[in-house]
């Protein structure tokens, strides 16, 4: 993933540079525009945790397609739940803009 994609995912999901500083990556904001600006190396937790997002983000446009409400899970941390949460908003803006 290099930083352009990063970009386009963080805007994708619905997540300014500062939830997704503190949700993914636990850095700072100013670390986090390195990171897009290609500055910085994406560290691979950074590559991995935005590849398991596009992963669920596709589970959660299944369900909620199929008329379907997303279960938010809560054996995983705050920070996956918010995540979760906000992935649900990004779908529900893609379903609307569809209909």
């Known amino acids: 993933m290099n930083h352009t994609e990063l ?3 963080r805007r994708f999901f619905f997540l300014d ?5 503190n949700l993914i990556a636990g850095v700072s904001a100013r670390t986090w525009q390195r990171y897009e600006k290609g500055t910085v190396t994406i560290h691979k ?3 991995e945790k935005m590849n398991k997002l596009k992963q669920e ?3 959660i446009l299944k369900q909620m397609s199929a008329g ?6 809560i054996t995983k941390t705050h920070n996956e739940q918010e995540l979760t949460k906000i992935l649900i908003l990004s779908v529900s803006a893609e ?3 569809k209909s």
Do not use: F, G, S, Y
């Not at 540079?17 to 500083?21: E, F, G, L, Y």
């Open 17 to 21: 540079i500062v939830d997704a500083a």
């Open 95 to 97: 379903l609307i803009a």
């Open 45 to 47: 937790d950074v590559i």
């Open 68 to 73: 379907e409400t997303p279960k938010i899970d």
């Open 7 to 9: 970009k386009a995912l």
């Open 57 to 59: 983000r596709k589970e």
